[in-house]
């Protein structure tokens, strides 16, 4: 049976965030949301500087905390691997979001209607982007925002999961862009990494890309500690937390 | 059949309505117009009228949860000591043991009533009840309102059954609450009262049992079980809480009893003992708070000063931004009123002033409390996010405080129509 799993070479993560920016437009989240993350850590004095980046999905764990504490059963895990949202369900507690050790989840804290890289007027109602219609600049082509996918429902189940931004009060977070991994593709994040930092597979399968890597390389994975059985495996050596500068923000406050 | 004095003065609530009444009665009613507004904007655009935010950015709980933990606190008050004096018979405290049942039942709906305003969805409430047994195995808060509905029901039993034999005497003289006395008084036997006595007795054997069950356990467990959290995960959550629940809610009935004593002028019914052994307990029980809350720290502090998470926790409290509020809340709200109610024990003097303010000023401090176990761990993050930051918004104080102006309102509108303390004392 197929499980899936993700794969970060540290090695060779250079911090441009395309992930980031890939992540946001495929999936339409709401402003200051990052479901896909990437810290960047700075140790030492000059000239002695070295500067590493994380970047944080959402680890899908196997011994999901978020899934348990949940009281109406919406976060929940997939036989594949992946812990969704069910959107239609969540009644906005935010329990797992206090549960979850890797803070992937994020809140709708407000009417999620201006998402940050489609937001084409301002405030006043403007078209902050020039004239025209969004039609004017795309054609016929489908913009990623109105992407018929991510209203779609997914899985045996049959659950409203994919994309961010559909309501307001509910949780959402990282879903490994299961609306292009039920089509054979890869995730976003994946399948926009320029220099292949990233890895999405079967871990099942001895052949597939990840196990072969998993099998090559040393790795480790967030917080094992806490026994939550993460599905992210980051190759290279864990980032140095404590004393490190994070010099900047993603998180932007709404 | 005529009233006597002492029955006079005993249903003065119910038989005198003055003008302050109606102030008050205005008071209140302008406070929940308030919080109604409040409300609406909350619902209307949502939660970010809040102060809570995403991990990294704020807390996703803040006021509305300690809040909730408050009142159930709060609640253990009532029926916990008619329970006590039922079992181990303090006749000394009967005629508090109604004023304190309810307590109970008010402060576990304003407790729900919080819950209700925390939820980015009001409107899928239901959703608990639809899936509530796939989740009842799992997750603490389904444990929290199963408890707390468990613990509502009996509580409105037990209540409707004692208070029975004072509504049949209270019907026969005030015909304008007829109508809801004969509600209450279905199928009311004269007899009943001996059957009733024994039913109350194996409810209030039970009642202690649902005390530790829910403020020592599900409540607790709704922050102690999350690994996640620095400065939550582990046993002690327990005991901390159910020690701080039964502290509040003596706090609670020493207050709501001294200002009944002294609106209705109660003077020979609640005599100065009730509050000086009520007032000793809660000193009693303060002291083990205090060390709680030492033992807490240390064991987060002792490991640095090489940085743990949970040492980043007691900073915070102790010496981070929250500092000033946890320093003033120990000493004003808990050492002071602990040792002015210690210094009366040692002294053996008793003063109802400095018993009912130090029960105030604890009552107030344990609140506080509340928000200081809630919000801090949520600030700090096990990965190196920004350290969350919080400032409570008029929205959030105004349902608080329209949760407690209800509480009061329900309370004064209870005690307007059912004698607040027994008339019919054997």
Known sequence: MVKYAFVVDLTKCMGCRACVEACKIENNTPQGVFWMYVFRFENGEYPNVNVTYLPRPCMHCDNPPCVKVCPVGARYKREDGFVLTDFERCIGCRYCQVACPYGVNYFNWKAPKENQYYSWTNEKGQNVYGSGSIKDYVGDFIPPYKNPDLQRRHGKEKRLTAGGGHFLGVIEKCTWCIHRVEKGLKPACVANCPVEALYFGDISDPNSDVSKLLAKKRWFRLLEDRGTAPSVYYIGSPPFFEGSKELTHLIAKR | MELSESEKKLLKPIIYTGR???????????????????????????????????????????????????????????????????????????????????????????????????????????????????????????????????????????????????????????????????????????????????????????????????????????????????????????????????????????????????????????????????????????????????????????????????????????????????????????????????????????????????????????????????????????????????????????????????????????????????????
């Not at chain 2, 006590?84 to 307590?103: C, H, M, N, Q, S």
């Open chain 2, 20 to 426: 302050r009444f109606y102030i008050f009665l205005a008071a209140l009613f302008a406070l929940l117009i308030w919080g109604f507004y409040a409300w609406y904007t909350q619902l209307r655009y949502g939660l970010v009228i809040t102060g809570l935010r995403d991990i990294g950015v704020g807390p996703p709980w803040g006021l509305y949860v300690s809040n909730f933990i408050f009142f159930i606190g709060m609640a253990h008050g009532g029926i916990a000591i008619s329970a006590a004096v039922r079992i181990a018979g303090l006749r000394t405290y009967k005629p508090i043991t109604r004023i304190a049942e309810f307590l109970t039942p008010i402060s576990l709906l304003m407790a729900a009533l919080s819950i209700l305003f925390d939820l980015g969805r009001p409107d899928r409430i239901f959703h608990l009840m639809i899936y509530y047994l796939e989740r009842l195995g799992q997750s603490p808060l389904v444990w929290d309102w199963t408890v707390i509905t468990i613990y509502f029901t009996l509580s409105v039993i037990y209540i409707f059954l004692l208070i029975r034999k004072d509504v049949a005497f209270c019907v026969q003289h005030f015909p304008r609450w007829r109508w809801l006395y004969k509600l209450l008084l279905v199928g009311y036997i004269a007899e009943e009262k001996e059957k009733v006595e024994k039913l109350a007795w194996w409810m209030a054997l039970v009642i202690p049992t649902l005390l530790v069950l829910l403020s020592g356990g599900v409540i607790a467990w709704l922050l102690g079980l999350m690994i996640a959290r620095p400065g939550w995960y582990g046993a002690f959550m327990g005991p901390y809480f159910v020690v701080a629940a039964v502290a509040s809610a003596l706090a609670a009935v020493i207050v709501v009893s001294a200002i009944f004593r002294r609106v209705f002028k109660w003077d020979e019914f609640i005599r100065p003992e009730i509050f000086r052994g009520l007032g000793n307990f809660l000193a009693a029980l303060m002291f083990f708070y205090l060390y709680f809350m030492f033992a807490e720290h240390i064991t987060m502090q002792y490991p640095g000063p090489q940085p743990t998470p949970e040492l980043s926790v007691s900073q915070a409290i102790l010496t981070g931004e929250f500092a000033w509020i946890f320093w003033s809340m120990t000493i004003i709200f808990f050492v002071v009123p602990t040792l002015s109610l210690f210094t009366q024990v040692v002294l053996k003097k008793f003063s109802l002033t400095v018993t009912t303010m130090s029960a105030i000023a604890i009552l107030i401090g344990l609140w506080i409390k509340r928000v200081l176990i809630v919000v801090p761990p949520l600030t700090r993050s096990l990965l190196p996010y920004p350290i969350g930051a919080y400032t409570p918004t008029w929205v959030e104080w105004s349902l608080v405080i329209a949760t407690l102006a209800l509480a009061t309102l329900l309370y004064t509108l209870v005690i307007k129509v059912i004698p607040a303390i027994e008339v019919k004392q054997d």
